[in-house]
């Protein structure tokens, strides 16, 4: 069963809009989430993370939400750049759960120019 | 930088072929994994390791086993392959502390034909 969700196969956005990725979860004993981005023929590499204790995270154009009482968080991308064009993956995992780590099915993000 | 280096980016094997799959990391990282990604289906779990010698199934162990021999080395070993093994396989490594990403090799693209 898929404890993390992502229901968008796909997203386009134009150039210097936000992009907004969704993901939830079922398992209301994961603590920590993290985005990952993965471009064509490469291994996804790490976005930004969000703990529990927080609500929001900020590093630059990528903000990431967590709301614990819904179990969604979300990705923000602002500006969207053509570069950031790629499959995005939500994962989470228990901090106690020995790093095991369970991914979405990823969205893949259009950014058009 | 955290490498983590997988030996082949492409393999066409045959049905029937054991396959050997390698992964090496430069970090020290405490914990190796083994992904498959699947259209559709996003990473799925194999198999993980938190120490030389130690060994967890994953959501998906059925049809691979693995080894890992040295801290910085974890292979994954499909014993017969089979058509349904074809697939994007995925490893990375991660640190035991909390907060902690895992990090990726770009991949190794299996067909079995």
């Known amino acids: 069963d898929q404890q993390v969700k992502q229901n968008s196969p796909s997203l386009s956005v134009q150039e210097g809009r936000i992009s907004i990725l969704n993901c939830d979860y079922t398992?209301?004993?994961?603590?920590?989430f993290l985005w990952y981005k993965k471009y064509p023929a490469e291994g996804p590499t790490f976005l930004i993370s969000?703990?529990?204790?927080?609500d929001k995270n900020e590093d630059g154009r990528f903000t990431v939400f967590l709301n614990k009482s819904a179990k969604h968080l979300s990705l923000h991308i602002v500006p969207s750049q053509p570069g950031d064009s790629a499959v995005y993956f939500c994962?989470?995992?228990?901090?106690?759960?020995?790093?095991?780590?369970?991914f979405g099915t990823g969205t893949s993000l259009t950014v058009i120019p | 930088d955290v490498k983590v280096t997988q030996s082949s980016r492409y393999l066409v094997k045959r049905t029937g072929e054991k396959v050997f799959l390698e992964c090496v990391q430069d970090?020290?990282?405490?914990?190796m994994f083994w992904y498959r990604q699947d259209p559709g289906l996003g990473l799925r779990l194999i198999y993980f390791?938190?120490?030389?010698?130690?060994?967890e199934k994953g959501d998906i162990p059925e049809g691979y086993s693995v080894s890992r021999e040295k801290k910085e080395r974890f292979s994954l070993i499909l014993e017969s392959a089979s058509t349904n093994q074809t697939s994007m396989y995925l490893c990375?490594?991660?640190?035991?502390?909390?907060?902690?990403?895992?990090?990726f090799g770009n991949g190794t693209r299996l067909t079995v034909t």
């Open positions: 990375a490594s991660s640190t035991t502390g909390a907060l902690s990403p895992l990090h």
């Open positions: 398992n209301s004993m994961f603590d920590y």
């Open positions: 969000i703990s529990s204790i927080k």
């Open positions: 994962a989470a995992s228990q901090l106690k759960g020995g790093n095991q780590f369970y």
């Open positions: 970090m020290d990282h405490e914990n």
């Open positions: 390791s938190y120490d030389v010698k130690m060994k």
